[in-house]
């Protein structure tokens, strides 16, 4: 019995080595890579338009990306989701129309939720850590007769679009509320929940 154990020992030892051998970092990174451009030539067509050398991530959720724009260079993080609902589902119906503008090199992370119902401008080398929350919409527009409905059966509202302007930098975890402008070179720090405008860093 010992000697089994032993020989089986061995034998899941050399595999192991040799799995670490041919499956290296950089062999992964590759596999990685070659998922993402896959993903990205399914997806893209669907898209209001996807700008070259794009790449979507892995186990995305998408809803209605015929109101998505992604610019050029920019990239969009495994596990994140991108949802555009209809006019249906709102109670501005009559004058809403979903829109999320994604700008050139912008960099999205891992497991980001961007929500829209009304308008969503992400400008140009956005970068954003993981978990990022960008909304313009929440369940009901928290009026008292609405309370009384169940959340989860209100209609959506949005309080006004969101607009990010270039080179801006948010940190991991941050959430984005509706009807917010965060100027130019702007830092949203890590956790932050940003509720009023922030303005442009000043460049002197």
């Not at 892995?58 to 050029?72: A, E, M, Q, R």
């Not at 979903?98 to 700008?103: K, T």
């Not at 954003?128 to 929440?138: A, P, R, Y």
């Not at 941050?174 to 405008?197: E, F, H, L, Q, Y």
């Amino acid at each position: 019995m010992k000697l089994i154990l032993s020989t089986l020992k061995i034998i899941v030892c050399f595999l192991a080595s040799l799995c670490k051998y041919c499956w290296g970092e950089k062999i992964k990174y590759v596999i990685f890579v070659l998922k993402r451009e896959f993903i990205t030539s399914l997806y893209k067509d669907g898209f209001k338009s996807f700008g070259h050398d794009s790449l979507l991530g892995i186990d995305l959720l998408l809803l209605n990306t015929k109101y998505i724009s992604i610019g050029n260079g920019s990239s969009i993080g495994a596990r994140s989701t991108l949802t555009c609902y209809d006019t249906k589902t709102s109670d501005q119906m009559k004058t809403l129309e979903p829109s999320i503008n994604i700008g050139d090199g912008v960099s999205v992370g891992e497991d980001a939720h961007i929500t829209c119902i009304n308008k969503i401008i992400i400008g140009n080398n956005v970068l954003m850590g993981k978990k990022v929350l960008i909304t313009d919409n929440s369940h009901g527009n928290s009026e008292k007769s609405t309370l009384y409905i169940a959340p989860s059966k209100r209609l959506l509202h949005s309080k006004g679009p969101v607009i990010i302007e270039d080179n801006v930098w948010i940190g991991e975890k941050a959430s984005i509320m509706p009807g917010v402008c965060i100027g130019k070179g702007a830092i949203i720090g890590a956790n932050a929940v940003v509720t009023s405008d922030v303005p442009a860093f000043p460049l002197r």
